[in-house]
C-alpha cells in the first residue's frame, strides 16, 4: 500500500467510526429518561465518552506531531479506561472518578491564586476567585462525598491485556510530550509525512475500539 492509499484509508476510517460514535452518542441521549433509570450508569457513561471523542479536534498528517500524538494518547487512554470498565462492569464506579478527579481540578483552580500572585506580584487583589471554588469543593464533597481515585492507565491495560500497547506507545509519547531529560537530546525526528500517517492509524485503530465498546454498552440496554 503506497502512502497516498494509506492516507485515503486512515481517513476513512476515522469519519466513518466518528460517524457511528455520532448515532451512538444520539441512540444513549435519548436513553436518557426516567423509564431507563435501571441502565442509567451504563447509558450516562456511554454518552460522556461518545461526547469526549466527537469533542476532540482530530489531527492529520499537515498537523505538527505534537497534536497526532497527542490526540493518539488520549484516544489510547480512553480507550483503555473505556474496556476496562466495560469488562469489569464498573459503570457505578465510575462516579467515584469522576468525583475525586473533580475535587483534584478544584484544589488546582485554589491553589492558582497563590501561584498567580507569587509570580505575578501585580495580580494581588485583581481576581477574588478563590471563594467561589471553596464554595464548589464543600458543595460537591457534601453531594458525593470525596470520591475515589481511578486505576493507574497501566493497570487497567494489563486487565484487559493491552500491557504490551501501552508500555509502547504511552511511554514512547511521555518522551516526546512532556519535558525530561531525553528532551535534550534533540535527536527524536518522527515528523516524515510516513511517521505521522502510521500514527495517525493508530487514532483510526483507537477510535475503531471506542465504537466497538460503545456499542457494547447500547446493546445491553433494553429497547423499551
Known amino acids: 500500500m503506497n502512502l497516498y492509499i494509506l492516507i485515503i484509508d486512515t481517513n476513512n476510517k476515522i469519519k466513518d467510526n466518528k460517524e457511528k460514535i455520532s448515532n451512538l452518542y444520539k441512540s444513549f441521549d435519548q436513553c436518557r429518561t426516567v423509564k431507563y433509570r435501571d441502565w442509567a450508569h451504563e447509558i450516562t457513561f456511554g454518552f460522556l465518552v461518545s461526547e469526549y471523542v466527537l469533542k476532540l479536534n482530530i489531527a492529520s498528517k499537515d498537523d505538527n506531531l505534537d497534536a497526532v500524538l497527542l490526540l493518539a494518547r488520549r484516544l489510547l487512554e ?6 476496562y470498565i466495560v469488562t469489569t462492569n464498573q459503570f457505578d464506579v465510575m462516579i467515584d472518578f469522576c468525583v475525586y478527579d473533580r475535587h483534584e481540578y ?12 507569587k509570580l505575578f506580584p501585580e495580580l494581588v487583589g485583581l481576581d477574588n476567585y478563590l471563594s467561589d471554588f471553596q464554595k464548589q469543593e464543600k458543595e460537591l464533597f457534601s453531594q458525593h462525598g470525596s470520591g475515589k481515585k481511578m486505576l493507574p492507565i497501566r493497570k487497567m491495560a494489563e486487565r484487559i491485556d493491552y500491557l504490551d500497547e501501552y508500555n509502547y506507545f504511552y511511554k514512547f509519547t511521555s518522551k516526546l510530550l512532556h519535558f525530561c531529560p531525553f528532551s535534550l537530546n534533540g535527536d527524536a525526528d518522527f515528523n516524515r509525512p510516513l511517521d505521522k500517517v502510521v500514527f495517525l492509524c493508530r487514532v483510526a485503530k483507537y477510535i475503531e475500539k471506542i465504537r466497538y465498546e460503545l456499542e457494547n454498552i447500547y446493546q445491553r440496554i433494553p429497547k423499551i
Do not use: P, Q, Y
Open 106 to 117: 478544584l484544589k488546582g483552580c485554589m491553589a492558582r491564586g497563590v501561584a498567580d500572585e
Open 78 to 83: 480512553v480507550f483503555i479506561v473505556t474496556e
